[in-house]
């Protein structure tokens, strides 16, 4: 039996478009999830000694839990295959050339990509960026790293 959606990598990033999720989230790690947390999440690994949850910064802050990181939730409007190859390192390589931090989830019909909130309109312009055949984009350097631009 085969996965539905797309498996062509070309396809995918040709056709790729990104929809922001509403809200500022963060990870949480519990050893016993509360009914309210459980609630709240969007997403939940079991990790065997805890369990790690993607909530809204609130849902934290009412539980008492702090927020270590805030992200946004980008979500890739391709309805990819779960056994698509490549679509995950391909936007990780386009995030990771503009220095921007991102953690993948996989859905049954969507792959979705949380980045650090102050950078995610740089993250969009890197996924839906018009590159020749799945091509990287350069990485850009700041003024002050080694081959920089001058101030």
Known sequence: MTAPGETDLDEMLATLAV???PGVFTYVAVAVP???LLA???AMV???ELTTLVVPVEAAQRAGLPATVEM???TLQVQSSLEAVGLTAAVS???AARGIACNVLAGYHHDHVLV???RVDDAIDALTADLPDGELPPAELSDDEPGGRAG
């Open 72 to 74: 946004a939730w980008l």
């Open 40 to 42: 709240a999440a969007n």
């Open 116 to 118: 650090p909130r102050g």
């Open 93 to 95: 390589a386009r995030l």
């Open 19 to 21: 929809e922001r999720r």
């Open 34 to 36: 509360t009914p309210g």
């Open 46 to 48: 079991d990790e065997g």
